[in-house]
């Protein structure tokens, strides 16, 4: 059985240029950062003529957000908290 790290925390900002992550643990009443992940997305640079994003900018946010899933799988996911830009509306 997997141990679930109840005292892990994640934070996910989905920003128009770059997709930002950052991991802490909470001990002895502090946050420790323990992870700080960063990608360029590109996400603006995406947008055609319609401000419809295009398959390229799609899949290289896809392929971020499985990396940061992989890394925040043992945490709860009450304990994982995003927000993301306009451009993802």
């Not at 240029?17 to 995406?46: C, E, W």
Request: glycine share 8%.
């Amino acid at each position: 059985m997997k141990s679930v790290a109840r005292d892990s925390f994640a934070a996910v900002d989905l920003g128009s240029n770059s997709f930002h992550m950052i991991v802490a643990n909470y001990s002895d009443d502090n946050p420790q950062v323990v992870d700080r992940l960063k990608k360029m997305i590109g996400l603006t640079s995406g947008l055609d003529n319609n401000n419809i994003l295009g398959k390229e900018a799609m899949e290289r946010a896809i392929d971020c957000l499985q990396r940061f899933g992989q890394r925040v799988k043992e945490i709860l996911r009450e304990n994982i908290r995003a927000v993301g830009t306009n451009t993802l509306g």
